[in-house]
């Protein structure tokens, strides 16, 4: 757990969840377009985002377990130097959440699958969280109940940011991969999990796998290298 954490782990403890939102939402308000500023706002969306899914679960009494950060690799292709990271896991016996947080500075727009858009860049978050899918389906299979041949990993991104969100995507594709923030989190949440009753995953062998490949220090510099980090 990182300072930063810490911290706001220490206002939630104190002060409640929604003093907590009010501390992250001015810490986007100071401006610094340094990478150091939006590695921070980064890190602020995705704390946020597990202390909801935290008080979320406390709440609706849920069995379940949250991870961050979490390095994988093709466990199906060994000798590849591919790693990639998954900003957050909320995993249930039912279904398992896979999110991209993003963390943007004024207006976005969303098009296509999920291609999102600020006044200099545009990211394919679709593709990425793809990937990410793809690659956690390849590592915990094992994990999955025998009885059921069900996939129920489901896709999201969650932008928490200044500025306004204009979703300009089909349908079709809002429902594929649905772009959440703080005031729609635990509508999703309920949409999905009220349509996933059935258990697909063993959660104890689940928690033990991603905790194994959490404890991993060598994936961690595995990825800084594949990233071109030294």
């Not at 389906?137 to 990993?153: A, G």
């Not at 995507?169 to 809002?174: A, D, F, I, N, T």
């Not at 649905?178 to 989190?185: D, E, K, M």
Request: aromatic share 10%; net charge positive.
């Amino acid at each position: 757990m990182d300072t930063l954490e810490k911290k706001l782990r220490e206002v939630y403890n104190t002060k409640g969840l929604q003093f907590v939102y009010e501390v992250c939402r001015s810490m986007l308000s100071i401006k610094d377009n340094t990478g150091k500023k939006r590695t921070v706002n980064g890190n602020v969306c995705e704390i946020l985002l597990c202390l909801m899914t935290e008080e979320y679960l406390s709440k609706k009494n849920i069995d379940g377990f949250i991870a961050r950060s979490v390095i994988l690799k093709d466990p199906k292709k060994p000798s590849s130097d591919f790693r990639t990271e998954i900003d957050f896991l909320f995993c249930t016996k039912q279904v398992i959440f896979c999110t991209e947080c993003k963390s943007y500075v004024g207006e976005k727009r969303i098009t296509d699958k999920f291609t999102l858009h600020t006044n200099n860049r545009e990211f394919d978050v679709y593709k990425q969280n793809q990937i990410h899918v793809e690659t956690l389906y390849k590592n915990i299979s094992s994990t999955k109940l025998k009885q059921t041949d069900k996939f129920n990993i489901a896709m999201s991104g969650f932008l928490f940011s200044n500025g306004d969100i204009i979703d300009e995507r089909e349908k079709q594709y809002k429902s594929v991969m649905p772009a959440i923030t703080q005031n729609n989190l635990y509508q999703f949440y309920n949409a999905i999990l009220s349509s996933n009753t059935s258990n697909v995953w063993d959660l104890s062998k689940l928690k033990k796998l991603i905790s194994t490949i959490l404890n991993n220090k060598n994936l961690r510099a595995e990825h800084k290298n594949y990233l071109g980090y030294q």
